[in-house]
């Protein structure tokens, strides 16, 4: 039994994957109807996950998987407890919503397959990056997430907003991606868990080390970019440039809540000090009240949504940084009442789009009648995210304000950031929802009407859900709350609050929350035009700073180019040239493992012959007035050299050195008789002597590196191996052809891929087609190209 | 260069280093010679031939682009390599085989055609450098 559902959760991790795979082919066949089978994948998964509910809800989690790399202690390894579980559960439940949605928004849309395919490729990552148990599958699929994010907001991709827009939410979150690798290989390293449940049984291992902060920071880093916290928080009202199913999704349901799942699951082991408690607040305080300022400034439906998403972030975030218990509670009801409202909310806000043609809240008015489904959804919605009973908001604002509503300057300051953020969401909320139903009709650019029942499947059943969820309280309470916030909490809390209010401290701060609202809604129109005046004032924001510092990157990174690769052959060789002299020089100086003078060597008269012979080529090439007489010169000296090696019993070496020198002749003169061969030599002595000394240095180097080489006592234990194994296990008596085939085969077998790919990029060098000035230029190139290759 | 004599005697001087290459290709395991070796010889024939007949003449003889013989050769040498697989041993480790073939014992090996692929990259990467510096010399 065990091992079937672990099979399956296996293949359910695999499945959205697979279906993304299928899903243009499923398209072709029935168009936008594909939806209806598509939108099988995330329900089966829900259900799937479903079943885990009970063993978890008696306080139990769930893990399997599969070994992988065992050497490296990299399993392919699941954890599901209430945290994991309720993100799993949001992620397919609302995905299967988004795939019908998304099937009746694109409809006869040209690449309607594609979207399918990206969508559920991005619910293939998020499901793996809320259930990893490794932290390397957490990084894999925290990155996927990015990457998909990035295809998804740039599906419009002739549209350059939507490039931009793509461009900026894969730079900051995947800049924030290797912040997070980084901090997760300083938490492996302090605590030595590869595993997210090792971790969280490692106690206080963490926060007792010094590498608590730096630790922390760099988890940080990561969570807040992905969560879009300020000053990052630019990204996610660009991102709306995407179809609006990707922005219910992505950006308001899951991928940005990938931030603050990180933040509630390191909770138990890295929350609670000081750091936390103040790092986490303040970012998310700040970001609940800058969120909402400018939430208010917006006309566009999507721009206030994801205004309001930011906002509601960063109350995540604070909440989850006050860490108490019912801060976490709050936190934990808080994450799952977002979701449904502003899913739903995002939705509605695409359909009244689709329908009437626009999606300015001063261009719409009057369609309650033309769309009273979508109207009701709407209004269920707003009401929860104003936090009125019956709906799942309420709850989770009665518990923010029982969490928050205690004495301090410190509790006080946060409450009224809570107050002032809950207030104005609660207007922008509900400006959402009435301002295009509500008063005159209003002439839109397309003949509103109801949109079909794909599209409007979506929110009402996420609003529907917002208050069933409430009204059974007791119920969701048991199978989704309380263990949730028990894994995030890092100890069994139970979540108690229903939708009766009591009358107390946070019942009267939430009716000064509604009575902000209200009059926020009333005044929108004014704070709109004081907000704009006051952003026109400041005149920066990081979204101007995003381009400047890409701006100042490019130029960077240009002048950098510009100096290192400057174009010119002879720079090039000649650095090449010194840095090789260096490299012999210095440690022979450093260690000082000079070569101690030789013996004058007693060789017979015929190695004196052919030694001589290759001086005399060696000085041919010096003294050659013309380029192919310094050819056929250096081929003489290699021939010398190869006789050498004749001589000195190296019949390989010797046959190799042979037809190399012979080939490298035949290439370099080819490429020569390309070039004039007049003898002129233009470089003036000043370069002369550089280019004289530098080869001087490099031929004494090797000459010295090359002496001290044989005065170290030869270590034969490589040459006896080989000399003893060669034929017993090879089968060959040639020594040097069984190293290279055999003994050292990859090696080889790597060396003739480069040996290939540099004949392919000499290829190419030699077909450019340069361009009349440059032509001098190229065919120094393809010479040197053909020195260094030969 | 183009002389009569040497246009002649060319191809036969080019076909001889071949049949030479592939010897010392082949004996490679034993004696001294192998995959690197005999694919030079081969390259300078090439070579020769091309500068006494031309470019064009080359190509004719070679038939597929050198640039793909290089590519076949590294491919037969990875699969020599991946054999191993069927056999539950490491990637490129050896492996033997002696058919008896009209009473001749034969050793085969998948090291051979290791080497043989060796033997190929070089050819093919060097000629088609070669080829393609003679042919920008003509145009």
């Given at each position: 039994m065990a091992d079937a559902s672990q099979s399956l959760t296996f293949l359910v991790l695999f499945l959205p994957f697979l279906a993304a795979a299928v899903a243009p082919f499923l398209t072709r066949l029935f168009q936008h109807n594909a939806a209806w089978l598509l939108a099988l994948v995330p329900a089966f998964i829900f259900v799937h996950f479903c079943g885990y509910l009970p063993a978890v809800a008696d306080g139990a989690a769930v893990q399997g998987g599969y070994s992988w790399i065992p050497a490296f202690d990299a399993n392919f390894s699941w954890y599901l407890d209430g945290l994991?579980?309720?993100?799993?559960?949001?992620?397919?439940?609302?995905?299967?919503?988004?795939?019908?949605?998304?099937?009746?928004?694109?409809?006869?849309?040209?690449?309607?397959?594609?979207?399918?395919?990206?969508?559920?490729?991005?619910?293939?990552?998020?499901?793996?990056?809320?259930?990893?148990?490794?932290?390397?599958?957490?990084?894999?699929?925290?990155?996927?997430?990015s990457i998909t994010s990035f295809l998804l907001i740039g599906f419009d991709h002739a549209r350059e907003a939507s490039r931009r827009a793509a461009l900026q939410a894969l730079v900051v979150t995947g800049g924030g991606g290797?912040?997070?690798?980084?901090?997760?290989?300083?938490?492996?390293?302090?605590?030595?868990?590869?595993?997210?449940?090792?971790?969280?049984?490692?106690?206080?291992?963490?926060?007792?080390?010094?590498?608590?902060?730096?630790?922390?920071?760099?988890?940080?880093?990561?969570?807040?970019?992905?969560?879009?916290?300020?000053?990052?928080?630019?990204?996610?009202?660009?991102?709306?440039?995407?179809?609006?199913?990707?922005?219910?999704?992505?950006?308001?349901?899951?991928?940005?809540?990938?931030?603050?799942?990180?933040?509630?699951r390191l909770n138990p082991v890295m929350g609670g000090t000081t750091a936390w408690e103040t790092i986490l607040p303040v970012f998310g305080g700040t970001t609940l009240i800058v969120g909402t300022l400018l939430a208010v400034r917006k006309t566009d439906l999507k721009q206030m949504l994801a205004y309001t998403t930011v906002a509601s972030l960063g109350l995540l975030v604070m909440l989850t940084g006050f860490g108490s218990d019912k801060a976490v509670e709050a936190a934990v009801l808080y994450l799952?009442?977002?979701?449904?409202?502003?899913?739903?909310?995002?939705?509605?806000?695409?359909?009244?789009?689709?329908?009437?043609?626009?999606?300015?809240?001063?261009?719409?008015?009057?369609?309650?009648?033309?769309?009273?489904?979508?109207?009701?959804?709407?209004?269920?919605s707003a009401a929860s995210m104003g936090g009125i009973t019956p709906f799942f908001g309420f709850l989770a604002k009665e518990e923010i304000y029982a969490a928050l509503g205690f004495a301090g300057t410190w509790n006080s300051i946060f409450t009224i950031v809570a107050i002032v953020g809950n207030g104005l969401m609660f207007a922008i909320g509900f400006a959402v929802a009435l301002i295009p139903f509500i008063g005159e009709k209003v002439e839109t650019p397309k003949h509103a009407h109801e949109g079909p029942v794909l599209l409007w499947l979506g929110p009402a059943v996420l609003s529907l859900t917002a208050l069933v969820a409430a009204l059974a309280s007791s119920l969701s309470h048991h199978y989704v709350s309380s263990p949730m916030a028990s894994a995030v909490a890092g100890s069994e809390v139970h979540v108690h609050i229903g939708v009766v209010p009591h009358l107390g401290l946070p019942f009267t701060l939430s009716l000064v929350t509604i009575a902000v609202g209200v009059g926020a809604y009333l005044f929108l129109a004014r704070g709109r035009a004081?907000?704009?005046?006051f952003l026109e004032a400041i005149g920066w924001g990081p979204d101007r700073g995003f381009d400047q510092a890409m701006r100042s990157l490019v130029r960077v990174s240009g002048g950098v180019t510009r100096v290192v690769?400057?174009?010119?052959?002879?720079?090039?060789?000649?650095?090449?040239?010194?840095?090789?002299?260096?490299?012999?020089?210095?440690?022979?100086?450093?260690?000082?493992?000079?070569?101690?003078?030789?013996?004058?060597?007693v060789l017979p008269f015929y190695e004196w012959a052919v030694f001589a012979i290759a001086v005399i080529?060696?000085?041919?090439?010096?003294?050659?007035?013309?380029?192919?007489?310094?050819?056929?010169?250096l081929g003489i000296q290699g021939f010398a050299v190869a006789l050498l090696f004749m001589l000195l019993g190296a019949p390989d070496l010797s046959f190799t050195q042979f037809m190399v020198e012979t080939l490298s002749v035949v290439i370099l003169a080819l490429a020569m008789t390309?070039?004039?061969?007049?003898?002129?030599?233009?470089?003036?002595?000043?370069?002369?002597?550089?280019?004289?000394?530098?080869?001087?240095?490099?031929?004494?180097?090797?000459?010295?590196?090359?002496?001290?080489?044989?005065?170290?006592?030869?270590?034969?234990?490589?040459?006896?191996f080989f000399d003893e194994y060669a034929y017993v296990i090879a089968h060959g008596r040639n020594i040097v052809n069984v190293i290279i085939v055999d003994f050292r085969g990859l090696d080889t077998l790597g060396e003739i891929a480069v040996v290939m790919v540099a004949g392919l990029a000499i290829l190419a060098l030699i077909r450019i087609k340069a361009p009349k000035q440059a032509v001098a230029k190229t065919k120094k190139a393809e010479m040197h190209a053909e020195t260094v290759e030969g | 260069m183009r002389t009569v004599i040497f246009r002649t005697a060319a191809p036969y001087l080019a076909s001889l280093m071949v049949l030479f290459s592939i010897f010392v290709l082949l004996r490679g395991h034993n004696e001294p010679g192998g995959g690197f070796i005999g694919g030079l010889i081969a390259a300078s024939a090439i070579a020769i031939y091309g500068i006494a007949c031309g470019v064009a003449s080359v190509r004719r003889a070679l038939y597929f682009h050198p640039m793909a013989i290089s590519g076949f050769g590294l491919l037969l040498a990875a699969l020599s390599g991946v054999l191993s697989v069927f056999f539950g041993v490491p990637f490129l480790t050896g492996l033997w085989a002696t058919p008896h073939l009209f009473g001749v014992e034969l050793d085969l090996s998948t090291v051979m055609f290791f080497d043989i692929g060796v033997y190929f990259v070089v050819v093919g990467a060097i000629t088609s450098i070669g080829l393609a510096l003679e042919e920008r010399e003509r145009g």
């Open positions: 994991s579980l309720t993100f799993a559960l949001l992620i397919s439940g609302i995905g299967t919503l988004i795939v019908l949605y998304s099937g009746g928004y694109l409809k006869d849309h040209p690449h309607q397959g594609r979207f399918f395919s990206f969508i559920l490729m991005f619910m293939g990552a998020m499901q793996g990056l809320v259930v990893s148990d490794s932290f390397l599958m957490l990084f894999v699929f925290w990155e996927l997430t290797l912040a997070l690798l980084a901090g997760l290989v300083l938490i492996w390293h302090v605590t030595g868990a590869t595993e997210l449940s090792q971790l969280l049984a490692s106690q206080d291992v963490l926060r007792a080390s010094p590498f608590y902060l730096g630790a922390l920071l760099l988890v940080l880093g990561g969570a807040f970019t992905k969560s879009a916290q300020f000053p990052f928080h630019f990204w996610l009202p660009n991102a709306m440039e995407a179809p609006t199913p990707v922005s219910a999704y992505l950006h308001s349901a899951t991928m940005v809540k990938a931030g603050v799942y990180l933040v509630m799952v009442a977002h979701s449904m409202f502003k899913g739903a909310l995002f939705m509605v806000a695409g359909l009244i789009d689709h329908e009437s043609g626009s999606r300015d809240i001063t261009e719409l008015g009057g369609l309650r009648r033309a769309m009273p489904i979508t109207f009701v959804a709407a209004l269920l004081a907000m704009a005046r690769q400057c174009g010119r052959m002879e720079v090039y060789m000649t650095v090449t040239f010194i840095a090789l002299a260096a490299a012999i020089f210095a440690p022979m100086a450093i260690y000082g493992e000079w070569p101690s003078r030789p013996t004058f060597p080529g060696l000085g041919a090439v010096v003294y050659a007035q013309d380029r192919l007489t310094a050819i056929v010169s390309r070039l004039r061969l007049t003898p002129s030599d233009h470089r003036p002595t000043g370069e002369m002597l550089l280019d004289a000394s530098v080869a001087g240095a490099c031929g004494l180097g090797l000459t010295l590196l090359l002496l001290r080489v044989i005065q170290v006592p030869f270590d034969s234990t490589l040459s006896d | -």
